[in-house]
C-alpha cells in the first residue's frame, strides 16, 4: 500500500502487544512473582489499517481498555508498535523529530501540563520559548486563541483556583499555542459538566473549520462524537470493526426510528400492529418502532387514522446502539 | 541553541513565582538551610581543636573543603533536587507524555525545569568560605588557578548530576525508586571531608569507583594549587564518560518507557 499524497495519516496493521506478567494473590504468589515471572503477550491493538485526509475530524469509539488511546499514542510517537505502519505528514511519529513534533499536539483530559500553582499565563509563555516563539508571536496567538475559548482573567490566576472547565480551556490554549495542524485529544471533555463540554466541543469545530487543523478525538461522551466528528473509527477489543460515517453506522446499526405517539381517546394496540413494532403502549400513548423507508407514510396514516396530541420521532440513542454493537461483537 | 536559554530564563523564573506563592514555605527552607550550615562548620572545628589534622590537611585547607561540599550542596539543592527527584512523578503521572513531544531535549527537560531558590545563599556561603579559607591557608590564586578550580568544580558537578540522573531514569522500571536522594546525598557528604582523611582503601574507591574525591577534594586542591594536571585530564575524562553514560542510558529508558507505557 502506498500513498495518496491527499493522505495525512496513514496506519497500516499496525499492532501493539504488551508484555504482561500476572501475580497470584498471596505471599505465595509473591515470592513466585518474584523469582520465577511467568510472561505472557496482551495484544492491545491487532491488525488495524486506515487512512486519514487532511483537515477531517475523526472520533474514535470503543470501550474502556478496547485500545483507542494505544492507537492514539502510536500515532502521535509516544509508544513504539509491535508491527505496521504509522506514518504522520510523511513522518514516522516513534522518532519524535522535531519537524513533527511541532506539527502536532496531544491534550489529554485526564492530566495536566500547566503549573499547579502559577495562573496559566506563566505556562504559556515557557510552552512559546519552547516551541521558539517569539514573545510577540505568543501574545498575539494567546489573545486569539483566548478569544475563541472565551479566556479572559482567568489566564492571570493560579491553575489551582480555576474551575475544572476553565482549566481544560487553559490546556487545550497551552496544547494550540505552536498552530499544530494535527490535534489528538484522548478525553478532552473528561469530567467536564454539559456546558463545558459544548463550549471546547464548538471551540474544536470552529479551530477545525478556521485553521483546517485534523482532529483526531477519543471519548465516552456520545455527544462529543456527534457534534464534532463526521467520521468514526470504532475499535473493539483492539481490532477496527467499522470505518465510516457517523450517519450510516447509525443507521446500518439501526434501520428503525421510534415514533412516540401521543392520542386523545385511549385505543387497542392491536390498531397500530400494521404500523410497526410496538414497543410501548400504555393508556394514550405508543411508541413504535418504523422502519426509515416507511417512515412518512407510516406517519401520515398515523395522523389520518387516529384523533394525535402530539408526535415525536427520534432516532434511539446512538450510544445505546454502539453498546449493543460492541455486546453482539459483529462486524458490521 | 538561543531557544534553550531562554527556555531556562523562563523555567527558573515560573519556579521562582511558584515559591513565592507559599512564602512561609519559602522561609522555613531558608532557615533549615542555615542550620545546617552551622551545624557542618560546627562538626568540622571539632576536629580541629587541640591540633588535630585531618590527613595532612590544615584546619584552613579543610574549610576550603567544606566551602566546596557546602557549594555542591548549594547546588544540589537548587538544580539536582528540585528536578531528580520529580522525574518519579512525571511517570507516574503520566505527564511524562507531554514532555516527550516538546520539541526540546527531554533530558534538558527533566534536569532543568525546576530551579530551588533556597539553594542560592548555601552556594554563594560555600563559594565565600572556600576563597576566604583558601587565602588563610596562603595561597596566591593565579587566573590559572582560578581556571583549573572552576573546571574542577564542573568535573564534580557533572558527575554528581550523573550518577543522580542514572538512578532516577531507573524510575522509569520501578516506577517508585527507592530513595535515591539519601544514597547520593551519603555520598556527597562523604566528600565532606579531606579524601585522605580516609582509610587508604576508601580513598581508592572515593577516586575510582564512587568518585568523591573529584566533588569535593580536588576542586579544593585546585585552588589551593596543589591539583596535579594528569588528575585534572582523568576527572575530564570521567566526567564527560559519565554523562554521556546517562545520556545514552535515558534514551535507553525513553525505548522502553515507550514501548511499554500506556
Redesign the interface.
Known sequence: MHNNPSDLIVVDQLSKYYRVANKQPGFKGTLKHFFDRKTYDVPAVTDISFKISPGEVVGFLGANGAGKTTLLKMMCGLIHPSSGLVDVGGFSPQRRQTAFLKQITLVMGQKQQLIWDLPPMDSLYVNAAVYGLSDHEAKVRINELAEMLELGEELTRPVRKLSLGQRMKSEILAALLHKPSVLFLDEPTLGLDVNAQARVRSFLSEYNKRTGATILLTSHYMADITALCPRVICIHKGKLFYDGDLDSLANSLSPSREVKVELKNPCASEQFKKYGAIQDLNDRFVCLLVSRDKLTDVVSNLLTDFDIIDLEISDPPIDQLIGELFIKGEVN | MQ?YF??I???WS?AF??QL??QLNFLIELLAMLGTLLGSVFILSLFFTGGRQLGDWTWESALVIQGVYTFLDGLTNALLRPNLTEIVNYVR???L??V?????DSQF?LSVKKFSFAGLPEIILGLSIVFWAAIQSGSTFSSYSLFVFIISLLIGFIILYSVWFLIAASSIWFVKTWNATEVLRALLAAGRYPISAYPVILRFIFTLVLPVAFLTTFPAEAILGELKFNILFFGLILSSLFFIFSRLFWKFAL?HY?????
Open positions: 531557544r531562554k527556555t530564563r523562563l523555567f515560573t513565582a511558584s506563592e507559599y503521572e503520566g505527564t507524555d507531554y516527550l513531544l516538546k520539541p526540546i527537560w525505548k515507550t514501548s511499554a507505557s500506556s
